[in-house]
């Protein structure tokens, strides 16, 4: 056995534009000092334009996988070398996984999400509203049609965007599904079991209600919001205030989170080793 000691640690970075304020490398590297895994991930700035160049960098220096956000999501997936089934479904990656020399595309915003959500309501013959049409709403609802919910209606601001999931579910999934076109304050149907906040509609420093009519918000539905920052955002405290079981977006970060980690390293780690920064 060689006394030498090894310097070397595995690397993982995290590619966005703007990226300066994802909270993602405190709860990462928490977890791995935690875990004490010879790992380190970096917050890396890459503009479009420098996308194709910053992942050639990575593969070069033998990075063991990156996150992708905003806005590279869909951008790159014509660089890597195949797609996992969720990231297939959704047609969009926020991880990469080097296995074996090949750098393979995952998706674990939805499982990350639909983990969340088991803790409060069970999706399966639920009938769920889904507020935005963007990234996490294409992986949110095509994990949630992936469980058998009863219905999704989809409610966007922008016709295009709005089409284009409902084509990717269509094509993808037997859910059925409605698009709203969303005009002034939305009504939310009073059989509805589940409302998802989508949007980016609440992130801080914007902190502004999402327009929907708070009195169709009733007992016994749950509502979810995605916006971490601040997680307790103001459509949340008027849906408790309206009796609803309510489920912030932290779940989700923290769960998306510990998926990744198993990718690039096969270790499980605990959730409160993430939430520790
Ligand atoms: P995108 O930019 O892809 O999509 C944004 C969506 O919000 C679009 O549907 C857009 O509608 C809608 N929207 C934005 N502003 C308004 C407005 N004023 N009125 C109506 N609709 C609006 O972003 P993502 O889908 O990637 O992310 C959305 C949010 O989800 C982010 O802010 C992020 O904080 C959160 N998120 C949380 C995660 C977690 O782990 N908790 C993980 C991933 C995301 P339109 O098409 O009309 O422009």
Not at 164 to 188: A, C, E, F, H, N
Not at 222 to 240: G, K, M, Q
Not at 244 to 269: F, H
């Amino acid at each position: 056995m060689s006394n030498e000691i090894s310097f070397k640690k595995e690397l993982i970075c995290n590619f966005g534009f703007p990226v300066w304020d994802n909270p993602t490398e405190a709860m990462i590297e928490a977890a791995f000092e935690h875990h004490q895994m010879r790992f380190r991930y970096v917050t890396t700035e890459v503009t479009a334009d420098n996308l194709k160049a910053a992942f050639e960098g990575v593969k070069a220096m033998g990075y063991k996988g990156f996150n992708c956000t905003i806005p590279h999501k869909v951008a790159i997936i014509k660089y890597l070398d195949g797609l996992g089934e969720s990231a297939d479904l959704m047609e969009a990656v926020n991880c990469v996984v080097e296995r074996e020399g090949r750098y393979i595309g995952e998706n674990t915003d939805g499982k990350g999400f639909l983990e969340s959500l088991q803790s409060v309501s069970k999706p399966k013959g639920k009938k769920v509203v889904i507020l935005g049409a963007g990234g996490a709403a294409r992986a949110v609802s095509v994990e949630l049609a992936l469980s058998e919910v009863k219905d999704i209606v989809i409610v966007n601001r922008s016709k295009e965007r709005g089409e284009g999931l409902i084509d990717l579910l269509k094509r993808k999934t037997s859910v059925p599904v409605q698009l709203i076109l969303w005009k002034g304050d939305y009504q939310i149907p009073p059989d509805t079991d589940i409302v998802i906040n989508c949007t980016s509609i609440g992130l801080s420093p914007n902190v502004v209600r999402v327009p929907v009519v708070t009195e169709t918000l009733k007992k016994g539905m749950v509502v979810c919001d995605l916006i971490v920052n601040p997680p307790y955002t103001p459509f949340l405290a008027e849906a408790e205030a309206h009796g609803c079981t309510i489920l912030d977006g932290l779940g989700m970060l923290v769960n998306q989170g510990k998926i990744a980690i198993k990718y690039w390293s096969g270790v499980e780690v605990d959730s409160l080793s993430c939430e520790k920064n």
